[in-house]
T-cell receptor, first 113, second 117 residues
Framework: EDKVVQSPLSLVVHEGDTVTLNCSYE??????LLWYKQEKKAPTFLFML????IEKKSGRLSSILDKKELSSILNITATQTGDSAIYLC?????????????FGEGTQLTVNP | ETGVTQTPRHLVMGMTNKKSLKCEQH?????MYWYKQSAKKPLELMFV???????ENNSVPSRFSPECPNSSHLFLHLHTLQPEDSALYLC????????????????FGAGSRLTVL
């Protein structure tokens, strides 16, 4: 059975801090790993990673995949209160019909002013 | 607004009621999904429809009944639910058909918060 484990489950930091969120996975026929941000209701897409060692960046957020270690990290530098959210990691496996994402439990990030 | 619209946003129902959740996507995507999100649990995939055909039913109890009349609309019919079915139900859609790389980036709706009394 596919499995995604995120850590920590909860994190409280102050504005300006840098945070690193972790995601490890066990999946058959891995295709990609995805990060989503869930602020209130709808998770919104952040990154999709398919190749090891290639960093994806978007502003203060960056992420990298390590296929050897079956893991990924999501970094947020100079955090702001607007970064407070649940960060979801999901892995996708090769399927013949659409997507088959397995999600982790999520990391609840709280950024205090 | 993500392009995926869910109604109602909140629903309270008794165990003997019958209700439906609705999802509509305006993105031209080919696949649609129902996920369940309970407190302190990962999102659970419930159903997948690809080009209106159900391709996955993830061992969901029969008190949940999906319907996909076309590739833009998805329903989840609810009847004789249990209190443990209270959760946030998220609809999502994705681009692309079988085996395409675009299929794995989901666009989610804002969800329907269901409370079963």
């Amino acid at each position: 059975e596919d499995k995604v484990v995120q850590s920590p489950l909860s994190l409280v930091v102050h504005e300006g801090d840098t945070v690193t969120l972790n995601c490890s996975y066990e999946v058959t026929n891995f295709r990609s790993l995805l990060w989503y941000k869930q602020e209130k209701k709808a998770p919104t897409f952040l990154f999709m990673l398919t190749s090891s060692g290639i960093e994806k960046k978007s502003g203060r957020l960056s992420s990298i995949l390590d296929k050897k270690e079956l893991s990924s990290i999501l970094n947020i530098t100079a955090t702001q209160t607007g970064d407070s959210a649940i960060y979801l990691c999901a892995v996708d496996r090769e399927e013949t019909s659409g997507s088959r994402l397995t999600f982790g439990e999520g990391t609840q990030l709280t950024v205090n002013p | 607004e993500t392009g995926v619209t869910q109604t109602p946003r909140h629903l309270v129902m008794g165990m003997t009621n019958k209700k439906s959740l609705k999802c509509e996507q305006h993105l031209g995507h080919n696949a649609m999904y129902w996920y369940k999100q309970s407190a302190k649990k990962p999102l659970e995939l419930m159903f997948v429809y690809n080009f209106k055909e159900q391709t996955e039913n993830n061992s969901v109890p029969s008190r949940f009944s999906p319907e996909c009349p076309n590739s833009s609309h998805l329903f989840l019919h609810l009847h004789t639910l249990q209190p443990e079915d209270s959760a946030l139900y998220l609809c999502a859609s994705s681009q692309g058909g079988p085996g395409t790389s675009g299929a794995n980036v989901l666009t989610f709706g804002a969800g329907s918060r269901l409370t079963v009394l």
